[in-house]
T-cell receptor
Framework: DGGITQSPKYLFRKEGQNVTLSCEQN?????MYWYRQDPGQGLRLIYY???????QKGDIAEGYSVSREKKESFPLTVTSAQKNPTAFYLC???????????????FGPGTRLTVT | KQEVTQIPAALSVPEGENLVLNCSFT??????LQWFRQDPGKGLTSLLL?????REQTSGRLNASLDKSSGRSTLYIAASQPGDSATYLC?????????FGSGTQLTVLP
């Protein structure tokens, strides 16, 4: 089945530790995204990547880092510099032909991170 | 900066009712608008994608309309069912990044 997988579903960490969230897709999509969702709020973009070995900061990139070494994978590291890391993290992907059409985003099931 | 607003934040209706969810955006220079459904603790499921050149899209009991000039979209759900209970999010795409509203939490009562 084609889709996006995120692991783990729940993650618990102590304050001060870095943690890496996994995102894998087998849709052959060029573009991948990381969003953060806080209770009662919409999604906010952390980082996105349109091509392997390239990525761009979104609206709230501080305290996060990413890599895109393979087309299928876009891991997100939440560093100790992120002041409020507890949130629901969602990964997405899309075909990106660089034009204005055909840009539907597909989402993974999410990872809920709790930092205490 | 693009801002997306969804009103109401929560809505509760009896089963069988037709209903409308609203989405408004401040910058009409969008490429497309996408409606999503999110169940509690889950990821987002894409419902409908409307390109900027389109006026509406339909899928089953769902119909989404887009009026770029007024910065509005509506999602119409016909004959609502308890299984439609979820949070509905709209998002617009300017050049690259989707900008999301905070969603409408819909409860359909049996």
């Amino acid at each position: 089945d084609g889709g996006i997988t995120q692991s783990p579903k729940y993650l618990f960490r102590k304050e001060g530790q870095n943690v890496t969230l996994s995102c894998e897709q087998n849709l052959n999509h060029d573009a991948m995204y990381w969003y953060r969702q806080d209770p009662g709020q919409g999604l906010r973009l952390i980082y996105y990547s349109q091509i392997v070995n390239d990525f761009q900061k979104g609206d709230i990139a501080e305290g996060y880092s990413v890599s895109r070494e393979k087309k299928e994978s876009f891991p997100l590291t939440v560093t100790s510099a992120q002041k409020n890391p507890t949130a629901f993290y969602l990964c997405a992907s899309s075909r990106d032909r660089g034009g204005t059409t055909d840009y539907e985003q597909y989402f993974g099931p999410g990872t809920r991170l709790t930092v205490t | 900066k693009q801002e997306v607003t969804q009103i109401p934040a929560a809505l509760s209706v009896p089963e069988g009712e037709n209903l409308v969810l609203n989405c408004s955006f401040t910058d009409s220079a969008i490429y497309n608008l996408q409606w999503f459904r999110q169940d509690p603790g889950k990821g987002l499921t894409s419902l409908l994608l409307i390109q900027s050149s389109q006026r509406e899209q339909t899928s089953g009991r769902l119909n989404a309309s887009l009026d770029k000039s007024s910065g509005r979209s509506t999602l119409y759900i016909a004959a609502s069912q308890p299984g439609d209970s979820a949070t509905y999010l709209c998002a617009v795409r300017p050049p690259r990044q989707l900008t999301f509203g905070s969603g409408t939490q819909l409860t359909v009562l049996p």
